[in-house]
């Protein structure tokens, strides 16, 4: 399967009051939106994924500009490098896009001089996961079926030693996600520092 990526934005909101986050104080957010195209060469799926980039959390060590200018960077070099990638299943171009993202962080890291340090791994699977929840939902549609559903007929329903290690051997997604949506779900506050 091939991966294209068609769009990405930044969309940002202000927060109502500010939120103390540890040492940070934010008063908004960016949040990135990306969508892409997944096809297997008969079929296709768009997906969209999404996910704040909460430097506040993800890179604490630096000063919040440079580590959400940081991650900023990594999402435009992350689309830029996705466009294109190729695997045979889903779980491997997951596989793909993370170590991609691995790379790029190290790669910015290393030209960026405001930096305290290396960009955390942390950062870097924020960015990866709006990528990868992109795909994923690309994957859902490209097979027009519940993309959670699908996930447990795959191989990793059953084993997830591949990707884990050999005491996964017997355990998979089967026993970890549902096989249907849960009608509600409880909604949670945030209290932060300032609160």
Same mark, same amino acid.
């Given at each position: =399967? +091939? &991966?294209? #990526?068609?769009? *990405?934005? !930044?969309?940002?909101?202000? @927060?109502?009051?500010? *939120?103390? !986050?540890?040492?940070? $104080?934010?008063?908004? =957010?960016? =949040?990135?939106? $990306?969508? $892409?195209r997944l096809t297997d060469g008969a079929r296709e799926g768009i997906g969209a994924g999404a996910m704040p980039l909460g430097n506040a959390w993800a890179f604490p060590a630096a000063p919040h500009e440079a580590s959400l200018a940081a991650m900023r960077g990594l999402t435009e070099r992350m689309a830029k490098a996705a466009h294109g990638a190729k695997a045979d299943s889903i779980f491997e171009l997951s596989h793909e896009l993370e170590t991609t993202a691995s790379k790029l962080a190290n790669e910015i890291a290393i030209e960026s001089m405001g930096l305290?340090?290396?960009?955390? +791994? &942390?950062?870097? &699977? #924020? $960015? @990866?996961? &709006? !990528?990868d929840i992109g795909a994923f939902d690309a994957w859902g549609k490209m097979h027009r079926a519940n993309t959670f559903a699908l996930l447990r007929s795959t191989p990793e329903g059953d084993d997830l030693s591949r990707w884990l290690d050999s005491s996964f051997h017997a355990f998979g997604l089967k026993q970890t996600l549902r096989s249907a949506p849960k009608p509600s779900l409880p909604l949670f506050h945030l209290v932060g520092g300032l609160d």
């Open positions: =399967m +091939k &991966l294209q #990526v068609e769009d *990405l934005k !930044f969309e940002s909101a202000t @927060f109502r009051t500010p *939120l103390k !986050f540890g040492a940070s $104080v934010c008063k908004g =957010m960016i =949040m990135p939106v $990306v969508s $892409v305290p340090g290396p960009i955390p +791994k &942390l950062c870097a &699977l #924020v $960015v @990866f996961s &709006l !990528f």
